[in-house]
């Protein structure tokens, strides 16, 4: 019955690694999210694409970059991880049509040493 | 930005006493949703309250919302030991872009 599904629930890599976060949905929704929670700072939203191949910034995407070369997948990558990136990642969808209701998945608890 | 932010940041009460927990934000919305977070997983959706409603119930919810103080409160009746987790508001300002921005949580602990 799951939903939204986070690839990796506990990825552990180094500073200057290139790191990849994998989100698939099996609803068909049209939107994408990737969020970070951080102690006392709640969630932030890092990227969102509204469709294939589209993809617009949230409020702190800098050091991220996205991938949707499929409506089902969207990707995130850290070009070159640095320790201030450690934080757990939120993927979330939601169909375009009605009221936007997030779907989560489980989360990614991502360390960088 | 952050547009809601919760109150209490942490709650703790027992087994069987209601739980109440509110959300402030900052400009006008299009509705207001509450999400529960058990430890270490990802946020599940609870209730949606959209801005011409006042009040909704959903099993032993019921939330509020409040347009003119740009407020709204969870509560949670007879609580459970497995109510335990971060709940946050999430608001929704319209538009066409989806976007949601959510508050910093309160997290609520039910002792037994």
């Known amino acids: 019955d799951v939903k939204v599904t986070q690839s990796s629930r506990y990825l552990v890599k180094r500073t200057g690694e290139k790191v990849f976060l994998e989100c698939v949905q099996d609803m068909d929704h049209e939107n994408m999210f990737w969020y970070r929670q951080d102690p006392g700072l709640g969630l932030r939203l890092i990227y969102f694409s509204y469709d294939v191949k589209m993809k617009e910034k949230g409020d702190i995407p800098e050091g991220y970059s996205v991938s949707r070369e499929k409506k089902e997948r969207f990707s995130l990558i850290l070009e070159s991880a640095s320790t201030n990136q450690t934080s757990m990642y939120l993927c979330?969808?939601?169909?375009?049509?009605?009221?936007?209701?997030?779907?989560f998945g489980a989360g990614s608890r991502l360390t960088v040493l | 930005s952050q547009q809601g932010e919760e109150d209490p940041q942490a709650l703790s009460i027992q087994e069987g006493e209601n739980a109440t927990m509110n959300c402030s934000y900052k400009t006008s919305i299009n509705n207001l949703q509450w999400y529960r977070q058990n430890s270490g997983r990802g946020l599940v959706h609870l209730i949606l309250?959209?801005?011409?409603?006042r009040e909704k119930h959903s099993g032993r919810l019921r939330v509020t919302l409040d347009t003119s103080k740009k407020s709204s409160s969870l509560l949670i009746t007879a609580s459970r030991a497995a109510d335990t987790a971060s709940y946050f508001c999430?608001?929704?300002?319209?538009?066409?872009?989806?976007?949601?921005?959510f508050g910093k949580g309160t997290l609520l602990t039910v002792n037994p």
């Open positions: 999430a608001t929704d300002v319209g538009g066409s872009n989806y976007k949601l921005t």
């Open positions: 309250i959209r801005s011409n409603e």
């Open positions: 979330a969808s939601l169909r375009e049509s009605g009221a936007n209701v997030l779907t």
